[in-house]
């Protein structure tokens, strides 16, 4: 049964993983076409839906658990688009809850086999997409500013206080609202690389390498404690700023 205790907005992105042929982005002769939704062939509650977007917004359903919760912050799925247009590998990226995971990602299954091929230098390919799904509380909800809020709080335990088990918890909640921040990823990497947690800095290096490529040109030429000490020194820049 759905609800409008939860304000919600979606946006699909297409992003920068390719799956097999991701070597193959780095030539500039190499032509690459993302998969596409059938969106003016989808109907949905007798109405068609004009993009993945509007098809998650009319699919998602809410139990009354998600909407007693209140929740808040952007789901993020990625998944794979196989040459058949049918959709395989699905990845939670980040987490609203466990409850939403499987309910964007139950909508998702139902439109495999509806969308377009994506394609390299014209022939089918599998490629990765990722769509992104903002839960509000409440219209007036501001994710932004609250995301902020809290990576200045853990800024303050990280480079005052020196204290990065509990800045950890504030950069893992300013992501939870605001992922797809530079500033919030590199802040929470750095964490994670004081904690000795390699997973997830890594994790979270290879995720601003692909997002921000503009930021990253010169990291193949870079050792790994190189590009920390580059953040740390961005951060504390940052820091000093406010």
Same mark, same amino acid.
């Given at each position: &049964?759905?609800?409008?205790?939860?304000?919600?907005?979606?946006?699909?992105?297409?992003?920068?993983?390719?799956?097999?042929?991701?070597?193959?982005?780095?030539?500039?002769?190499?032509?690459?076409?993302?998969? /596409?939704?059938?969106?003016?062939?989808?109907?949905?509650?007798?109405?068609?839906? /004009?993009?993945?977007?509007?098809?998650?917004?009319?699919?998602?359903?809410?139990?009354?658990?998600?909407?007693?919760?209140?929740? /808040?912050?952007?789901?993020?799925?990625?998944?794979?688009?196989?040459?058949?247009?049918?959709?395989?590998?699905?990845?939670?990226?980040?987490?609203?809850?466990?409850?939403?995971?499987?309910?964007?990602?139950?909508?998702?299954?139902?439109?495999?086999?509806?969308?377009?091929?994506?394609?390299?230098?014209?022939?089918?390919?599998?490629?990765?997409?990722?769509?992104?799904?903002?839960?509000?509380?409440?219209?007036?909800?501001?994710?932004?500013?609250?995301?902020?809020?809290?990576?200045?709080?853990?800024?303050?335990? &990280?480079?005052?206080?020196?204290?990065?088990?509990?800045?950890?918890?504030?950069?893992?909640?300013?992501?939870?609202?605001?992922?797809?921040?530079?500033?919030?990823?590199?802040?929470?990497?750095?964490?994670?690389?004081?904690?000795?947690?390699?997973?997830?800095?890594?994790?979270?290096?290879?995720?601003?390498? /692909?997002?921000?490529?503009?930021?990253?040109?010169?990291?193949?030429?870079?050792?790994?404690?190189? &590009?920390?000490?580059?953040?740390?020194?961005?951060?504390?820049?940052?820091?000093?700023?406010?």
């Amino acid at each position: &049964m759905k609800t409008n205790a939860i304000s919600i907005l979606a946006a699909a992105i297409s992003v920068f993983t390719f799956g097999q042929v991701q070597a193959q982005l780095l030539l500039e002769e190499t032509k690459i076409i993302p998969p /596409a939704f059938l969106d003016r062939k989808i109907v949905v509650e007798g109405e068609t839906c /004009a993009s993945i977007n509007e098809y998650l917004i009319k699919g998602v359903e809410y139990t009354p658990r998600t909407s007693r919760n209140h929740l /808040a912050g952007t789901e993020v799925i990625r998944f794979e688009v196989s040459t058949r247009g049918e959709l395989t590998s699905f990845q939670v990226i980040n987490s609203i809850s466990p409850e939403i995971d499987a309910e964007v990602i139950r909508v998702l299954r139902t439109t495999s086999g509806k969308w377009i091929p994506g394609s390299i230098d014209g022939k089918p390919f599998a490629i990765t997409r990722e769509v992104s799904m903002v839960f509000k509380p409440s219209p007036t909800y501001d994710l932004v500013e609250n995301a902020r809020a809290f990576q200045d709080k853990g800024n303050k335990l &990280m480079f005052v206080k020196n204290n990065p088990r509990r800045a950890l918890s504030y950069y893992d909640r300013a992501a939870k609202l605001h992922p797809y921040e530079e500033c919030i990823l590199a802040a929470r990497c750095l964490c994670k690389y004081e904690l000795g947690d390699e997973k997830g800095y890594q994790e979270d290096l290879e995720r601003m390498m /692909a997002l921000f490529p503009d930021s990253y040109t010169d990291a193949e030429s870079l050792t790994l404690e190189q &590009m920390i000490a580059q953040l740390r020194k961005d951060a504390l820049q940052v820091q000093l700023s406010e």
